[in-house]
């Protein structure tokens, strides 16, 4: 079992940066990838932007390119989200994900393990 913990939620105004961070711990394997996903009351989980092992990959949603910046640090078993610009619709549970294969993945159902996920509400 592998477990994801979310850490670097909160409360901000429009406008402001945020760091999320997500501790990964148990049978992670040696190469897997890593996502954040986000969810709004009432709406779908969706895809925010994802990671290769090594790092040299990122891929972003169009809603939060050039804003947000994926990264990883593989010697402490950590993603993390840095948000910048941070807009009202950028308000969520944030959550960070980890896949068994090389290869991104976008879709929720791509991914094998879930965290619990952090909160984030921006306002106006």
């Known amino acids: 079992q592998v477990q994801l913990v979310e850490t670097g939620g909160g409360l901000v105004q429009a406008g402001d940066s945020l760091s999320l961070s997500c501790a990964a711990s148990?049978?992670?394997?040696?190469?897997?990838?890593m996502g954040w996903f986000r969810q709004a009351p009432g709406k779908d989980r969706e895809f925010v932007a994802a990671i290769s092992w090594s790092g040299g990959n990122t891929y972003y949603a169009n809603s939060v390119k050039g804003r947000f910046t994926i990264s990883r640090d593989n010697a402490k078993n950590r993603v993390y989200l840095q948000m910048n610009s941070l807009k009202p619709d950028d308000t969520a549970v944030y959550y960070c994900a980890l896949r068994n294969e090389y290869g991104l993945g976008v879709a929720p159902y791509e991914y094998d393990y879930w965290g619990q996920g952090t909160q984030v509400t921006v306002f106006s």
């Open positions: 148990g049978r992670t394997f040696s190469i897997n990838s």
